[in-house]
Every structure is written in C-alpha cells, then in structure tokens.
C-alpha cells in the first residue's frame, strides 16, 4: 500500500469518527430537552359575560307578488288597451276600455221583442175567448135540444104504453128496436163530425119501430102520441140544426188545438223574456273599463283593441223574429282581459322542512340580502298543514315550488310567506329567489359562552372552567338561545368565569393545564 493510501484512509476513519461524535451529542442534547422540559398542556381561555344574542336561520326564499289582480269579463268589445306585458302602472290608472253601446242596444231590442210577443200573445187570447164563449152557447143550444127529444121520445113510449092496455085496439111496437134506437142515440158522439147525420139517420128509423091502428077509442091516445111525435120530430130538427151550427164545429176545433197553441204562445213569450233577462244580465255585468286597484307589473294583456273578448256562443234564440241578432248573450263563460301582480309589497315565500318548519313562527322579523340591497320584513304567514312538493313542477306554473336551502325536495313541506319592506321594491324581479336570515330568537344582557368551548357527550352539554389555581373542571350547563359564535347560558356558570375554548378530546376534569395565548 502506497503512501498516498495511507494517508486517504486515516482521513476518512477520522472523518467518521467525527460525525459519530456529532450524532451522540445531538442524541444526548435531544434526551436532556425532553427529560427537562414542562409537559403541563397549554390550553387557550376566554371569560364568559354578559350581553346580546340573536339566533339566525339563513334560508332561500322565492319572490312572489304582494297581491294579484285578475280580471275576467264576458263577451265585450274592446275600444282600446293602454298597456302592455311588463308595463309598471300606478293605482288607478286606466288599463282597458270597453263599448258598451252594443249591449246597450241588444237589451233595448229585446224588450221590444218581449213587448211584441206579449201583445201578440193577448190578442190571441182575446180571440180564443170570443171564440170559446160562442162554442159555449151553441154546445148549450145541442144540449137543449137532445132534452126535448129525450122528453118527448118518452111522450111516446107513455102513450104506447097505455094505448097498449086498451081494447080492441092494434098496437104493434118493436121494443128492442126502440131499445137499440134510445142506446145508439144515447152513444152519438156530439163532438164527432158527423154527429148530425147520426141523428138524422136514428131518427128516421125511429118511425118505422112504432105501427098503429087507428079506433076511436084510441083517439086520444093516438092524439097524445101524436103530439109527442110531433115534438120529437121538431126537436129532432132542432137538434140537426145545432148540430149544423158553425160556432159549434169551430169550438169542436178550437177545443182540440187550443192547448198546443197556447203551449207554442208560451214558449215564445219564455224565449222573448229569456232573452231580455240574459240581455239585462250581460249589461250589468259588463264593466266600460279595467283599473288598477294597486300599484304592480302588468302579467298578463289578452285584449285586442276593436275586437270581442270571447267568441259568439248564442244558440236557442231564434225562435222568435229578431232573437237570433242577440249575439253572445247566452254566453256564460269569461275571458281573462288582464293579469297585475303587486310587485311594490313583494312576499318571499319558502317551502319549510319538517325541521325549519319548527323553528319559524309568525312575526319573526327577517333580513334579506339581493344584489348589494338590504331589505327587511317579518314572517306574515305559517300553513297549518303540510303538503308534497314535487320536484319536476308544473312547466306552465309561472311561480313554482322551491324546496329548503338543500334543493328541491318530494317529502311534505310548509308554506311560510314573509312580507319585505325597503326602498326601490320595484327592483326585485318577482320569480327569482332571494336570500333571507330569520331571527328566530333575541335576548339581552345574558350571560354568553363562546361557541366553541361548549361541549356535548351522551346528550349533555358541559364546558372546562379554568380553575385560579391552573386546573380544570368540568361543568354541565344549560344552553339557551346560540348564535354562530355564542351561546345563551341559562345555568351552571357565572360571570367572570374562564372556560377553555375549543377542548381537545384528551383534557379531564381535575387536569393542571397552562393558559396560552388567544390567536
């Protein structure tokens, strides 16, 4: 081995021995630190006191207008329309005209008609009463008339029957003809047409039943017969000319046909009033123009100036002369003319879960936060009861539903509308969301904990009170209302007191600690 060698060889072994040196001394020096040091924890404290807490619920609330004015008319002409969608109109100003003049003349028209039905009606009436009072007189005149005959025809048979009783006279009289005679005469159908030759052809073969041979024995009788066959023979002939008698035959008619006509007579005049009712109803209801009964956006214009608000749906007028131009009267549906939302005293609406739900209450006030404004307000309205919200919403609903803060959700959920209030109102688009803080809880001068040194295990909430001797203790409180950095503390701590703020797991009661410094 060289010299050189040698010599590289001992440099580098004390090299070595060198830098093991260094390490025992690290180690050593390292050993004395740890073995020296103070291993009390180091914990940081804050003392609890007295003042204001206010608990917020920050939620996502969807715009909707204050109020909504809708307005439905029937069948009108429009004279003219001031606005449009989008237009911002004052309480009051005129929006839509209508001409009311055509409704104004279709109900002067229809009390004319009814007036024309009734008049035409009651000359009618007047008519058939005359005619009914003649048909009366000569129904009597027929009845006199078969009474005589029927007296007479009895005349007879007394005279027959006593002539029959006499001796030696000849008395040949066919019974059950006269029998036959007396029912057929008795069955005549006075109303029948042909009423009057029935008579006439009984009649005749009346004097064939009887045959007599005269004696002067029977010469009274026969007298007495004779004149009641004389008797029946003009009342017979009397009877032929009631029956002839035009004012029978025309209340023979009238009697059969009077109580259609009357019914048609009746159903025109129903028609005619009808029509005058549906005329005066369609004014009264008409309205000459829209105003706006707030201040708000206009939604919604359907109206077209110099043309009808619905179509023409008049049917079953026509009956009557005249009824038929009464266009639209019998119209009984609505058009809706004009949709206004109250966007100057806007709602905030927000769909509560099951548990928001329970933390609202009417008259909690409400801070709103859009676009750099600051609005204010307080919950106006809480439901009763629960509803479903469906996620996919109606496309066509103009506000729809809106879920919690977390999105849009399917298990039921609260209505909860809050009122808003501030300047420039106008500006907030009605349909958009808005982000809200409720205050749901507000106390003063209480005694406040910080937030992050309260604690809870199975349950109950505790806090570490630092001790003026440096040891803990760890003491169960009763919570009141919290804020995001405080909480109410309504029992087991005082005023003045230290509590260790954010606790590590490894802190237990009795444990001597070193207070550091609050970063």
């Known amino acids: 081995?060289?010299?050189?060698?040698?010599?590289?060889?001992?440099?580098?072994?004390?090299?070595?021995?060198?830098?093991?040196?260094?390490?025992?001394?690290?180690?050593?020096?390292?050993?004395?630190?740890?073995?020296?040091?103070?291993?009390?924890?180091?914990?940081?404290?804050?003392?609890?006191?007295?003042?204001?807490?206010?608990?917020?619920?920050?939620?996502?609330?969807?715009?909707?207008?204050?109020?909504?004015?809708?307005?439905?008319?029937?069948?009108?002409?429009?004279?003219s329309v001031a606005v449009k969608v989008g237009d911002q109109v004052r309480k009051g100003d005129i929006l839509i005209t209508f001409d009311l003049s055509e409704l104004e003349e279709q109900l002067e028209e229809a009390r004319r008609l009814r007036q024309e039905a009734e008049d035409a009606i009651g000359q009618m009436t007047g008519e058939l009463e005359g005619q009914a009072d003649a048909a009366q007189k000569a129904l009597q005149n027929l009845q006199t008339q078969i009474n005589r005959l029927s007296g007479n025809i009895s005349g007879s048979f007394s005279a027959l029957n006593n002539l029959t009783s006499l001796q030696p006279y000849t008395l040949s009289v066919d019974q059950a003809a006269i029998d036959e005679l007396t029912e057929r005469l008795q069955a005549v159908d006075r109303d029948a047409p042909d009423a009057a030759s029935q008579y006439e052809a009984i009649l005749r073969e009346y004097t064939s039943t009887v045959q007599i041979v005269s004696s002067d024995d029977y010469q009274i009788q026969l007298d007495k017969l004779r004149k009641s066959l004389s008797g029946a023979s003009s009342a017979a002939t009397g009877l032929l000319g009631s029956v002839a008698n035009p004012d029978l035959l025309a209340g023979?008619?009238?009697?059969?046909?009077?109580?259609?006509?009357?019914?048609?007579?009746?159903?025109?005049?129903?028609?005619?009033?009808?029509?005058?009712?549906?005329?005066?109803?369609?004014?009264?209801?008409?309205?000459?123009?829209?105003?706006?009964?707030?201040?708000?956006?206009?939604?919604?214009?359907?109206?077209?100036?110099?043309?009808?608000?619905?179509?023409?749906?008049?049917?079953?007028?026509?009956?009557?002369?005249?009824?038929?131009?009464?266009?639209?009267?019998s119209s009984g549906s609505a058009t809706k003319v004009l949709v206004l939302y109250d966007n100057?005293?806007?709602?905030?609406?927000?769909?509560?879960?099951r548990y928001d739900a329970s933390r609202l209450e009417v008259g909690m006030p409400v801070f709103y936060h859009q676009e750099g404004r600051d609005y204010y307000g307080e919950i106006a309205y809480k439901s009763k009861f629960a509803t479903s919200v469906d996620p996919a919403?109606?496309?066509?609903?103009?506000?729809?539903?809106?879920?919690?803060?977390?999105?849009?959700?399917?298990?039921?959920?609260?209505?909860?509308?809050?009122?808003?209030?501030?300047?420039?109102?106008?500006?907030?688009?009605?349909?958009?969301?808005?982000?809200?803080?409720?205050?749901?809880?507000?106390?003063?001068?209480?005694?406040?904990?910080?937030?992050?040194?309260?604690?809870?295990?199975?349950?109950?909430?505790?806090?570490?009170?630092?001790?003026?001797?440096?040891?803990?203790?760890?003491?169960?409180?009763t919570p009141g209302i919290q804020s995001d950095t405080h909480v109410e503390v309504k029992d087991g701590l005082t005023d003045g007191e230290k509590v260790v703020l954010a606790p590590a797991n490894e802190l237990a009661d009795g444990m001597l600690v070193k207070e550091g410094p609050v970063s």
Do not use: C, H, W
């Open 1 to 79: 081995m060289s010299q050189s060698n040698m010599l590289l060889r001992r440099r580098a072994i004390r090299r070595g021995l060198v830098l093991l040196l260094i390490v025992v001394l690290a180690a050593t020096a390292i050993l004395f630190f740890y073995g020296t040091r103070d291993k009390t924890p180091v914990v940081r404290a804050a003392a609890v006191g007295k003042g204001d807490i206010t608990s917020v619920m920050y939620l996502t609330a969807q715009l909707k207008p204050g109020a909504i004015q809708e307005v439905s008319v029937g069948r009108q002409l429009v004279a």
């Open 252 to 329: 023979l008619s009238l009697s059969s046909g009077s109580a259609g006509l009357a019914q048609s007579a009746q159903s025109l005049l129903s028609q005619a009033v009808q029509a005058e009712l549906l005329a005066e109803s369609a004014l009264e209801n008409a309205i000459d123009k829209v105003v706006a009964e707030f201040d708000g956006l206009v939604a919604q214009v359907s109206a077209i100036p110099g043309t009808y608000t619905a179509p023409d749906t008049a049917s079953g007028l026509s009956g009557l002369g005249g009824l038929s131009g009464l266009s639209g009267l």
């Open 344 to 353: 100057v005293r806007p709602v905030a609406t927000y769909q509560a879960n």
């Open 393 to 477: 919403g109606s496309a066509d609903a103009l506000f729809g539903s809106m879920g919690s803060v977390g999105g849009l959700t399917s298990e039921p959920a609260l209505t909860v509308d809050m009122s808003v209030r501030g300047d420039d109102l106008s500006n907030l688009v009605l349909g958009f969301n808005i982000d809200a803080e409720v205050q749901t809880a507000f106390a003063q001068d209480v005694l406040l904990l910080p937030a992050e040194a309260m604690k809870r295990e199975l349950g109950v909430y505790y806090v570490f009170v630092l001790e003026s001797d440096g040891r803990l203790r760890r003491q169960p409180i």
